[in-house]
T-cell receptor
Framework: DTAVSQTPKYLVTQMGNDKSIKCEQN?????MYWYKQDSKKFLKIMFSYNNKELIINETVPNRFSPKSPDKAHLNLHINSLELGDSAVYFCASSLVEGEAFFGQGTRLTVV | AQSVTQPDIHITVSEGASLELRCNYSYGATPYLFWYVQSPGQGLQLLLKYFSGDTLVQGIKGFEAEFKRSQSSFNLRKPSVHWSDAAEYFC??????????FGPGTRLSVLP
């Protein structure tokens, strides 16, 4: 059983397209996250969300939007993709006070 | 704002040698502290964590870390490195109601 699963693992798309990455956790955690890892391996928080509050990193373009149909899912929608969006995107979840569990990542390549 | 520094971008050690990866944090109170490892093409795996209590914590794969409040440090150690330990290592902090903040990572290479 995979604790945090995200799909797809690889995503190649053209500039200007709209795409989504799905994330599901079966750990019963309260909070879910999206991180972006750039080519230098730096991890940057994009969003954190529990069923009460969405916290958005103010540096994230509004082309990125999280959508949570329920507590176990936090999907990432990206509109009008740009070359600079190419990166690895990680979904994670945690309890309010606890370690984060990460998915395997989605490598997004915009061409 | 919370911040995490890992002074060493890249470290190379010989297999069997000891290892210490440095981590310093900046935060008003003692946050929760973590070390994660990322193997190539993989997600992040938790090695160990510190919430409170004994300042020397044991983790998986033979790793340990020591929290030093006076130095705002949480350094990761392993007495004898194996070739399979080659990976990227991230230190992270988290406090109640705040997001996880990760350091920039240290890449570990292991020589045969």
């Amino acid at each position: 059983d995979t604790a945090v699963s995200q799909t797809p693992k690889y995503l190649v798309t053209q500039m200007g397209n709209d795409k989504s990455i799905k994330c599901e956790q079966n750990l019963g955690h309260d909070t879910m996250y999206w991180y972006k890892q750039d080519s230098k391996k730096f991890l940057k928080i994009m969003f954190s969300y529990n069923n009460k509050e969405l916290i958005i990193n103010e540096t994230v373009p509004n082309r990125f939007s999280p959508k949570s149909p329920d507590k176990a899912h936090l999907n990432l929608h990206i509109n009008s993709l740009e070359l600079g969006d190419s990166a690895v995107y990680f979904c994670a979840s945690s309890l309010v006070e606890g370690e984060a569990f990460f998915g395997q990542g989605t490598r997004l390549t915009v061409v | 704002a919370q911040s995490v520094t890992q002074p060493d971008i890249h470290i190379t050690v010989s297999e069997g040698a000891s290892l210490e990866l440095r981590c310093n944090y900046s935060y008003g109170a003692t946050p929760y502290l973590f070390w994660y490892v990322q193997s190539p093409g993989q997600g992040l795996q938790l090695l160990l964590k510190y919430f409170s209590g004994d300042t020397l914590v044991q983790g998986i794969k033979g790793f340990e870390a020591e929290f030093k409040r006076s130095q705002s440090s949480f350094n990761l150690r392993k007495p004898s490195v194996h070739w399979s330990d080659a990976a990227e290592y991230f230190c992270a902090v988290e406090s109640y109601g705040q997001n996880f903040v990760f350091g920039p990572g240290t890449r570990l290479s292991v020589l045969p």
